[in-house]
């Protein structure tokens, strides 16, 4: 009972892309993702390889996690 589960996934995916290399700062991602209305950032190595994404999950819960760092501080 899946609905399209005929389909290719090439019918649906996003072609273009965007990637950044790993000494990319997160905050340099978030205004990447921002500027570019993007929801996931390819990771790449210094060879062109997948090294994994970042999500704006990631981005969240790194900047919930900064927040919390910041209160126990105060």
Not at 11 to 22: C, L, Q
Not at 28 to 47: P, S, T, Y
Request: proline letters at 0%; a negative charge.
């Amino acid at each position: 009972g899946v609905s399209g589960g005929d389909e290719l996934v090439s019918r649906h995916m996003s072609r273009r892309t965007v990637s950044v290399s790993e000494e990319t700062s997160l905050v340099e991602i978030a205004r990447l993702m921002c500027d570019g209305h993007w929801h996931r950032v390819l990771v790449v190595d210094a060879q062109g390889r997948l090294r994994g994404l970042v999500s704006t999950m990631d981005v969240l819960a790194a900047l919930v996690q900064a927040a919390d760092e910041l209160s126990r501080v105060e």
